[in-house]
């Protein structure tokens, strides 16, 4: 937990220099979830009564707010009591739902087209510690050669949503990448344990092309739209200024759900970024420069994906904030000449629903160094701050 000092604002003179000393610091630290794999596919979310639940490869671990740890167990257990057993289980994702004060769990087992399966589990109630419901789907709607991979997660009012990556038999998945897909369900049935309902999206292209990478937009604050949004951008690219804006209309239970698709484009291009290279020349690998998280604040979602830093050519984070009201789309590049960065987050942290102050996590690698941890508080006039060094790679 990260902890802000508040803008004196008490002098408009003194306004500029006040914002300069904005910073974050560690608020409660603690030993987190031990990942068994690599990568640890972390993922984290806490309620409001002050449960927080980690999920790595491949278990899950549930804290109170103090840090003190309430449970520990591998996923393959958790859903085995009324699913069965489960093999090769990965990427596993946590969100807290606010308006139903309930958690949802998801994860997937097998990586093949006859393997593959989707574990979705609602908490009953706001005690995450007590019973789930439990789901399982085919990760191979389409009974075609693809599997399913690289959930991310989000909800509206209504509704539940995972997007996945269609990833071809015996395939790397960067050559494998057959098309996008989005999974919209009905989460009131989830939560009551009752059949589980669904829209699943998945003819997700432009101009006859399949678009890479679809990321849920987080909405900020109590959930109160059923409208959707999801964001893509061209992310193996060296230059573009190309975003895709998604859009799915309505509740699955209104049966008017629509999904669409506008291209916008940014005033600030992103690229490829570059590895990191660590201490002992083991890179850390950025992948691409696809939307790794995006969240939704009042008209505007801000987003962040990697990026390379045009000038000295590392690798930074780009922060992209789109209006709404007139599609347009603001960027910057956030980097620094002692260190690449890497897969970033955003979260809203400010104090009420319309207040756009953000905190962003990201990888870092500093020379002669290895990957550690570090967070950037943004505030509401979009100046990101100095970095806060959480954790230094050993």
């Given amino acids: 937990r990260l902890k802000i000092e508040a803008e004196n604002q008490t002098k408009s003179a003194q306004s500029a220099q006040d914002a300069s000393q904005i910073k974050i610091e560690p608020s409660i630290q603690f030993a987190g979830n031990n990942p068994s794999s690599t990568p640890n596919d972390n993922s984290c979310a806490m309620s409001d009564s002050g449960h927080i639940i980690s999920v790595v490869n491949s278990n899950m671990a549930i804290y109170n707010d103090t840090g003190k740890q309430l449970k520990f167990i591998a996923l393959s257990s958790f859903a085995s009591s009324v699913l069965g057993t489960f093999a090769s289980i990965s990427d596993p994702r946590v969100i807290y739902d606010p308006n139903e ?5 998801t994860f997937f087992s097998g990586a ?60 790397p998945w960067q050559q494998g990448f057959r098309y996008s897909a989005i999974w919209q369900f009905d989460k009131k049935r989830g939560f009551n344990g009752d059949s589980i309902k669904y829209n699943y999206w998945n003819n997700i292209k432009h101009q006859g092309k399949s678009i890479w990478s679809v990321c849920a937009v987080m909405q900020s604050g109590l959930l109160q739209s059923d409208d959707m949004q999801f964001l893509s951008v061209r992310p193996s690219d060296l230059n573009n200024d190309t975003v895709f804006l998604h859009n799915i209309s309505n509740s699955y239970q209104s049966g008017l759900a629509s999904f669409s698709t506008k291209v916008l484009k940014t005033n600030l291009s992103y690229g490829l970024s570059p590895n990191a290279i660590q201490a002992d020349k083991q890179q850390l690998a950025t992948n691409d420069a696809r939307v790794l998280h995006a969240v939704k604040i009042n008209q505007n979602i801000y987003y962040v994906q990697n990026c390379r830093e045009p000038v000295n050519l590392r690798s930074g984070i780009y922060l992209g904030k789109l209006n709404l009201t007139n599609n347009s789309i603001k960027g910057q590049i956030i980097s620094y000449d002692s260190m690449d960065l890497g897969y970033p987050s955003i979260s809203l942290v400010g104090n009420y629903a319309l207040d756009e102050k953000c905190i962003i996590n990201a990888s870092f690698v500093k020379k002669n160094g290895f990957a550690g941890v570090l967070a950037l508080y943004k505030d509401k006039n979009d100046i990101v701050h100095a970095p806060l060094m959480l954790k230094y790679g050993l």
Avoid: C, E, R
Wanted: charged fraction near 15%; glycine fraction near 2%.
């Fill in 101 to 105: 004060k309930k958690f949802i769990v």
């Fill in 112 to 171: 093949s087209s006859t393997t593959n399966q989707i574990i979705v589990a609602f908490s009953k109630t706001s005690n995450p510690m007590l019973a789930w419901n439990f789901y399982i789907f085919n990760g191979n709607p389409n009974k075609d050669t693809t599997w399913s991979d690289y959930p991310i997660i989000s909800l509206s009012k209504s509704d539940f949503f995972i997007t996945f990556n269609h990833v071809k038999d015996n395939t």
